[in-house]
Structures are given as C-alpha cells and as structure tokens.
C-alpha cells in the first residue's frame, strides 16, 4: 500500500529527514514508482495536491498478506493484515457481520473524532491480529496511521525530495522515493494530524529517536523507540466540551 501526503499535511518528527539525504535531479514521483512496481495489479486515487493512495490487490496465495481498501464519507482507509477479534468489534460498533477490517477501522475513526469516549490508543488496544493501517479523512484533512505490535505487518515512511511524506509496505518505493530519509514506522505507534507519533502500548511515555547508518556508512532517517524514562505531560480535563479523543491520558 501506499500513502503520499504534502508538506504540512502530516508533520513527523524531525529526525526522520537524514542530514544525508540528496535531491537527485530524476526525483522519483511515489506513485508512478508504486504503480510501476506493481503493474496492472494496483489501484490508484489521488486527492488534488494534498494526497495520493495506492494499494496492489491481494493474491490468491495463503501466504500473502491481506490488502484492503475502502471508502465511506470522504474517509478513505487502507489495510494491511487481518483481525482475529473483527466479529465482535464489528457488533461492539454497531456494524453488521460482513463488513471488513478497513470498513471497521473507518468506523472506530469516526467514533474518535466525533467525540468517542476513548483515546485512541485505548481503541487501539482493543484490537486483536496483524495489522498496519492509514485513514485520510478528506474533508478534515486529517491522517491517522497505525501499526500493530507483533512485527508480523511492516510499514516504512519517510520524506520526499519535494518534502511530502510517503508512507508504505514496499520499502523499495520508499527507498527510491525518499533517498536517505526513510525508517520504519514503530511497531505498536500511532500517528495522528495535529498530534504527534507516540506508543499506543506506552502512551505516557515519550518516543525517542535512535540515529541509523546504511551499510554505507551514511545517516539515515532514525527509527523511533518508547523513552522508559521520561514520561508525556498529561493535558488536564477543563470540560465536556473538549475533545479527548486524541488525548494522553488513558
């Protein structure tokens, strides 16, 4: 799968753009490197100058992993993976039996944003399987990107010469895309617009950014590890009409 999102659109932390990193002269447009690495087996949507979205169809073999992909609201949603507990969180969310991962990941989205009960990562936890997923809210120009803590599903983002922020299974296209300014995205992490990448297994803790050397000796973008040590500062409830979904607090 693959996700492309202009400068500004989704901000990640600083670290991952490599003193390395070069603007070759033969910049590599994301998506055309993604379609190309997956000719006539992807689809594609792009969202005027603020996103694209890809994804390569699923095999029919058992060992490939699961691709989905949906769209409900101008929220935009694709899934890697699968969930073992998709049955009762479909019931727990008031969707029926044949609805998918992605279709539930759309819906827990909106739960949160439309003033859910409960912080992200609380919902995230509750989440059971292999899973890496991103969701572009269209309307709100929002992103909300996870991965699962299992290591079994992948993900990698980095930075484009042109400054968008790709995000992706296939490392390849990051490595093109994005030069020396790539790293995978943290197992058990979550990453929302306005907010910033924090561990939904760890959320009063602090990430921490751990510099990476290629095989060649050069910088690249860091990989983000849960500070042990240092804790977030908790923002104090003030009133019913805050919106806590994205908060720190559990």
């Known amino acids: ?20 990193a070069t603007n070759p002269p033969d910049h590599h447009n994301p998506l055309q490197t993604f379609l190309s690495y997956h000719k006539n087996k992807a689809s594609s949507m792009s969202f005027g100058n603020d996103a694209s979205l890809a994804f390569a169809h699923s095999s ?19 899934f890697l993976g699968s969930l073992n507990n ?24 909106k739960t949160l944003r439309d003033r859910g009960p409960y912080p992200a ?23 909300f990107i996870s991965l699962g803590n299992d290591g ?20 390849e296209v990051i490595k ?5 300014s790539f790293a995978p995205f943290p197992t058990g992490c979550l990453y929302h617009t306005g907010g910033e990448l924090k561990s939904f297994e ?21 990989t983000f590890k849960v500070d042990i040590y240092s804790k977030t500062k908790s ?11 994205w908060s720190q607090e559990a």
């Open 86 to 109: 998709l049955c009762t969180l479909n019931k727990q969310y008031g969707l029926n039996k044949g609805a998918n991962e992605s279709m539930f990941v759309i819906q827990a989205y």
């Open 121 to 143: 990562h609380s919902v995230l936890k509750d989440l059971e399987g292999s899973f890496g997923f991103v969701v572009f809210d269209f309307k709100a120009k929002t992103v």
């Open 176 to 180: 093109t895309s994005c030069s020396k």
């Open 60 to 78: 029919h073999s058992l060992l490939d992993t699961q691709r989905l992909f949906s769209s409900v609201d101008d929220i935009h949603c694709l």
């Open 202 to 222: 760890h959320p009063k803790n602090k990430m921490k950014a751990i510099s990476r050397v290629d095989s060649e000796g050069a910088m690249c973008g860091a």
């Open 152 to 171: 079994r599903v992948m993900l990698f983002w980095g930075i484009a010469a042109d400054g968008s922020v790709v995000i992706s299974d296939n490392l």
């Open 235 to 245: 923002m104090p409830r003030v009133g019913s009409q805050a919106n806590w979904a």
């Open 1 to 20: 799968m693959l996700g492309v999102f202009r400068n500004g659109l989704v901000s990640p932390p600083k670290e991952l753009n490599s003193p390395a």
